[in-house]
């Protein structure tokens, strides 16, 4: 078996359904080129749907080694009736593939496959037409994303999913919302008791430097010395577990500050600009900022900060501004912050998944 097998749709997203037509094609052919074409209205950008589905399949066992992944637009409507769309589409696949390896098998679960094949040249293999073995289609996921979340796999997860980052100065409450919210999420019960928190990296890193200082001197201090790279660490780190967190959590990602932050951190502990480029960090989807009025402040052991609380609420205020972000101020009493959280929280998560329907 030379040639290879072909899979190709929307993937708008990408679910069961689609890992089973891999599976097929992957035990019809040594290796199975992925062709996920959309349109330039979608919700979702065709590389990124490629890339969740090629995660997925990895995650379900599938040998990521012979799968090739292409993507791109398709303008064409869909109109089974339509000669001319036909051809049209056929066109497009055609150039899509031109740098692919060759493919003589198109493995689908429409009826149209066949007709499809015959203008490709190649052979057709039907599977699950009736949506037997897998009661699933994309149609179904986008009307209701929630309903099918425990059913999607980490790619898709990822992608999906509305990330809420709580940022603000020192003993704000950051961590005590985002806690929060995560639990009162969770009891919702369904997916959304996969709902997860990310906790702040630099906190932790604060921690290890100091217990380092301690081991040497006998003494532990309230503030420690950071370099450029430490940042560059917490960076990493920090978006490392928020990554993790998303492609096995539930439907809102929270996190306790993200890497966007991180730059405001440089600047407030280096006492110079940040060599990190704000517009090039965080996925966030709605930044919370914590303001610092009314919160008492806490000393945990590692906070220096509370004289310039202020300073370093208005410091995030401008960041967030400059930047560009989506971002509302929470203000008032803990259950006043909490119950704001949660009500953007939802609405992020509603407007994300309103995912457009294609073509």
């Known amino acids: 078996m030379t040639e290879a097998a072909l899979v190709l749709g929307k993937f708008y997203p990408p679910h069961a ?10 035990a019809a052919r040594a290796s199975v080129v992925v062709l ?25 066992g599938l040998d990521a080694h012979r799968i090739v992944g292409r993507s ?6 869909f109109d089974l009736g339509d000669e001319v769309v036909w051809r049209s589409h056929v066109g497009m696949f055609s150039a899509h593939l031109r740098q692919a390896p060759v493919v003589d098998l198109l493995v689908t679960s429409e009826r149209y496959g066949e007709h499809l094949a015959s203008y490709l ?14 009661p699933m289609s994309a149609t179904l996921v986008r009307a209701d994303p929630i309903a099918a979340w425990s059913s999607l796999g980490p790619g898709t997860r990822r992608m999906l999913a509305a990330r809420v980052v709580i940022v603000g100065a020192e003993s704000t409450g950051t961590t005590t919302i985002a806690r929060l919210l995560a639990e009162r999420l969770r009891r919702r019960g369904g997916p959304w008791a996969q709902v997860q928190w990310v906790e702040e990296y630099g906190h932790r890193l604060t921690e290890m430097k100091q217990d380092r200082v301690e081991e040497l001197t006998g003494v532990r201090p309230l503030s420690v010395e950071w370099t450029a790279a430490d940042f560059v660490e917490v960076v990493q780190r920090q978006c490392a ?3 993790d967190a998303a492609g096995c959590g539930g439907p809102i990602l929270v996190c306790d500050t993200d890497a966007f932050a ?61 930047g560009q972000r989506p971002w509302a101020m929470l203000t008032g009493s803990l259950e006043q912050r909490l119950n704001l959280a949660e009500r953007i929280a939802d609405q992020v998560l509603l407007r994300k998944l309103s995912l457009v329907d294609p073509a």
């Open 241 to 243: 577990a928020e990554e």
């Open 121 to 134: 040249g190649v052979e057709h293999l039907l599977v699950d037409v009736d949506r037997i073995r897998v």
């Open 17 to 26: 359904g689609h890992l089973n037509l891999l599976r097929a094609a992957l």
């Open 36 to 60: 996920c074409l959309g349109g330039g209205g979608d919700s979702l950008r065709p590389q990124a749907r490629l890339s969740a589905l090629l995660e997925d399949a990895a995650a379900a």
């Open 262 to 322: 991180t730059p405001v951190w440089e600047r407030r502990y280096r006492g110079r600009a940040a060599r990190l480029d704000p517009s090039s960090l965080g996925r966030g989807d709605v930044y919370l900022l914590t303001h610092h009025e009314d919160v008492p402040f806490v000393q945990d052991g590692t906070r220096d900060g509370e004289a310039i609380r202020t300073t370093m609420t208005t410091q995030f205020e401008d960041a967030l501004v400059a």
């Open 72 to 77: 791109g637009f398709d303008e064409a409507p």
